[in-house]
């Protein structure tokens, strides 16, 4: 047992921050949430797909119906080739509300973070902090110390890595991997992620022809893109192969955006409709990122424990880069639970849990998640592959082979055993929404049991 009180300290507030930030105050936790944005809601970003295994999560935390309010149902996903050519629609979101019980959602990223931050208690809203970007972080045998570059620090006991896919709690937990004896062995790559496709994005309104809940897809040599329209505002992502692929990060500017829309602005978005051009022009946001894919080997060090983007990153054409980093926090919720349960259970109910016990989690929370999520990546990858032809077998399987529903209804099936086993908060009551033809294995506590 340790004598200090527990307090986590999570870096960065997206997505996944505001999701541990949720799991924390549900465990009657001490936390802070430091993120170098000036507002942790902003209205930035690209618009995300909800998927059952993270909406199941939000469900849990009682956010389902303002997530309903904001976002839109997806069902069938319209499939083009370059010219505009129909290749087959793809039924993939209507076998996941059969086999699940709930079609994936598409809402955007600034209305996701709104929903996450209003659902906290306003005590826990407190503790979220902007304008903290943090610098260094140190362990030590009692705590953590963090430091913000104003000058600020915090101590915790454990630092929770949120700050995404050039995370600098990464660097800082492979730095002091690398000061102890066996370093190398224990140390993550300077650069973990590969970079294979650049993309760009693009926001703009949701107007005729497009409508909300349209999800398309436009395929074809070297660049793909998918328009996902939500209420307001529909996003394109557009991902091109990069000449080479590379372990560097990038920075784009506009130029970079106008080069990027002189070579595909002439693809349409969909059948007999608008054009990339077209989405440009009428923009209310746009941005340019690398692609980065890969996954962590280590995703802990000492008290130090990364979750989401800043463990492993997907390409988004499967939309479940986000969903990952969510149920990352409720599997690492869930191990802190246990050892906090099996602490408790012997010392009485004001005991916490020592450093032993943490580490032990961390590494429980890494064994619980590595093989889901690293075959998430690869299908992730190979979706992308697919829909960006480098060659004339890519074209054909792409268009008459994975256009047949009876092979997306087998692979659908043959991954919802899979799907149904992914976990929700063992210590947070609620109700089950989402009931489809696969049982979910972990089951949400009811109130009172
Ligand atoms: C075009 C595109 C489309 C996508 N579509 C989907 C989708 O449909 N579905 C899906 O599941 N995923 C999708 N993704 C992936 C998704 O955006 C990420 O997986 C998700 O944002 C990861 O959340 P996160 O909180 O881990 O990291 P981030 O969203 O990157 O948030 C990290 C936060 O940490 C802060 N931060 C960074 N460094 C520091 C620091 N030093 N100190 C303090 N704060 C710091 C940042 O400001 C940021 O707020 C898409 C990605 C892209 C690029």
Not at 227 to 252: C, H, K, N, Q, W
Not at 437 to 443: E, S, T, V
Request: hydrophobic fraction near 40%; charge should be negative; include cysteine.
């Amino acid at each position: 047992m340790s004598s200090q009180a527990f307090k986590a300290i999570v870096v960065g507030g997206g997505p996944v921050g505001l999701t541990a930030a949720h799991s924390l105050s549900r465990a009657n936790l001490d936390f802070v949430v430091l993120e170098s944005r000036p507002r942790i809601v902003l209205d930035a970003g690209s618009n995300l797909v909800l998927l059952p295994i993270g909406l199941r999560v939000l469900s849990q935390l009682g956010l389902l119906p303002a997530i309903e309010r904001a976002s839109s149902p997806m069902d069938r996903f319209r499939r083009i080739d370059h010219k505009g050519r129909d290749i087959g629609d793809t039924l993939w979101f209507t076998y996941f509300k059969e086999n699940h019980g709930a079609y994936p959602r598409v809402i955007s990223r600034h209305d996701l973070m709104q929903i996450l931050h209003d659902g906290l208690p306003i005590e826990a809203q407190a503790k979220l902090l902007p304008n903290k970007k943090v610098t260094c972080v140190s362990t030590g045998t009692d705590g953590v110390i963090v430091t913000c570059a104003d000058g600020t620090t915090y101590t915790g006991t454990i630092v929770v890595g949120a700050d995404g896919a050039h995370s600098t709690v990464r660097n800082q937990m492979r730095v002091a991997a690398l000061q102890t004896t066996s370093g190398d062995l224990r140390a993550n790559e300077e650069k973990p992620f590969l970079t294979t496709y650049r993309s760009m994005w693009i926001r703009f309104a949701t107007v005729p022809p497009i409508k909300p809940g349209d999800a398309s897809e436009t395929h074809g040599y070297d660049c793909t893109l998918q328009l996902f329209a939500g209420e307001e505002t529909s996003v394109i992502g557009i991902y091109e192969r990069m000449e080479e692929p590379s372990r560097d990060s990038s920075r784009y500017t506009e130029a970079d955006e106008h080069a990027f829309i002189s070579r595909w602005g002439h693809l349409p978005i969909i059948e007999g409709g608008m054009t990339i051009a077209d989405a440009y022009t009428s923009r209310t946001q746009a941005g340019m990122v690398n692609l980065e894919e890969g996954i962590l080997k280590h995703w802990s060090f000492d008290r130090i424990v990364l979750v989401g983007d800043a463990a492993h990153k997907f390409t988004p054409s499967t939309g479940a880069g986000c969903n990952n980093g969510i149920v990352d926090v409720v599997a690492l919720a869930n191990e802190l639970y246990h050892a906090f349960r099996a602490v408790r259970d012997a010392e009485g109910e004001t005991a916490f849990p020592d450093k032993l016990h943490i580490l032990a989690a961390f590494n429980e929370y890494q064994q619980a998640r590595f093989a889901t999520v690293k075959d998430g990546l690869e299908g992730a990858s190979q979706a992308t592959g697919a829909a960006t032809w480098s060659d004339m077998t890519h074209r054909f399987v792409d268009r008459h082979i994975l256009s047949r529903q009876s092979l997306v209804k087998f692979f659908a099936s043959r991954n919802a055993p899979v799907v149904a086993k992914t976990p929700v908060f063992e210590y947070v009551e609620g109700e089950e929404q989402m009931i489809g033809k696969f049982p979910w294995a972990y089951p949400i506590k009811e109130s009172g049991l």
